[in-house]
């Protein structure tokens, strides 16, 4: 039986709420034993060091470690500021188009560079009338370059946020490009039908990938990633756009 993983949201939740009850604990401890007394900044620094060490001993996704770290400060911080309600829910709002499903597929927002677009370019096949899918298609400017570069083939974007996806369709609307934004899952989609599936995603959701990847996509096709390969699976080859830039791995399968 397949064991069910605890999304990840749940275990950053678990964390916060451990570690700010571990330093509550020791502060009181330390008070009634000793007299001795923590200033607020110190329980802060003393929170966020201890989160930060959870999330690494639990295996959580480095940036994770991050988020853990800064966020006792973001809430100390803004806790001095007036600041009105109004702005914490815009703030929300916007976050969440922004990031709608990375706590459930561990997949943040990730803009491509033109450089990336013109690589992509060089590798897809120039003999034919190709049908390509980028999932997790943010803005659409992948797209949109490749469309207009080869106005012969098809090219389909999916992505799950749905501010992202909204930007991408008006944007493609505004310049009348014959790409398609789809707002989704990409594992609704039936990789058999797609020549080139390229992604941008994340170190966590790689595996995931390739699973769907390696049984639907027909022979010759292709798999791009750009910046993150997958463990335990040589790419057919990669390349490098320049020194300071992530590679782009490349799968014929």
């Known amino acids: 039986m397949q064991k069910k993983r605890i999304a990840p949201s749940l275990v950053a939740l678990f964390i916060q709420c451990l570690s700010l009850a571990l330093v509550f604990i020791l502060a009181k401890a330390l008070d009634l034993a000793f007299g001795f007394r923590f200033s607020i900044t110190e329980i802060v620094l003393l929170q966020a060091i ?42 929300f709002l916007i976050s969440a188009g922004l990031f709608w499903s990375t706590f459930r597929t561990q997949v943040p927002f990730y803009p491509s560079r033109p450089i990336v677009w013109r690589e992509v370019d060089k ?11 980028d999932i997790g298609s943010g803005i659409g400017d992948l797209l949109m370059h490749l469309a207009a570069s080869r106005p012969e083939s098809r090219f389909l974007g999916i992505e799950i946020a749905p501010l992202p996806w909204l930007v991408s369709k008006v944007r493609g609307w505004l310049r009348h490009s014959p790409a398609i934004f789809k707002l989704g899952d990409y594992e609704s989609l039936d990789f058999s039908k797609f020549d080139v599936v390229f992604a941008y995603l994340s170190p966590a959701a790689m595996p995931k990938l390739w699973e769907k990847a390696s049984k639907e996509m027909r022979k010759e096709t292709l798999l791009i990633s750009y910046e993150f390969d997958i463990a335990g699976i040589t790419p057919s080859f990669e390349i490098k756009t320049n020194e300071r830039a992530p590679m782009i791995y490349v799968w014929k399968l």
């Open 123 to 133: 590798l897809l096949p120039k003999s034919q009338v190709i049908d390509m899918v």
């Open 50 to 91: 201890l989160s930060a060490g959870m999330s690494y001993l639990l295996q959580m996704a480095v940036w994770w470690r991050y988020i853990h770290f800064i966020f006792p400060f973001s809430v100390f911080l803004l806790s001095f500021w007036a600041i009105p309600n109004s702005v914490y829910l815009w703030g």
